[in-house]
């Protein structure tokens, strides 16, 4: 997951897409939302497939490796 970076310099340590102040939230927002693929990358054209995918993998790993209660919303 070298794609993704935590630095408290940048966007108040958020985790980042690395290299951009693009935050993985942002990246899973945009999914939230109901834009598919191609869309986050005509939105974000800065970002590549894998970048993309590597923040889906980071939130993955994250969620994994908690402990999660249900939020109801």
């Not at 993985?24 to 995918?53: H, M, N, W």
Request: aromatic share 4%; charged share 20%.
């Amino acid at each position: 997951m070298n794609q993704i970076e935590v630095n408290p310099r940048v966007c108040n340590g958020k985790p980042v897409i690395a290299g951009t102040r693009i935050p993985v939230t942002v990246i899973l927002d945009q999914f939230a939302s109901g834009c598919s693929l191609a869309d986050v990358q005509r939105k974000y054209p800065e970002l590549t497939r894998d970048q993309i995918a590597s923040a889906l993998r980071y939130c993955h790993a994250m969620i994994d490796h908690s402990d999660l209660q249900a939020v109801t919303a």
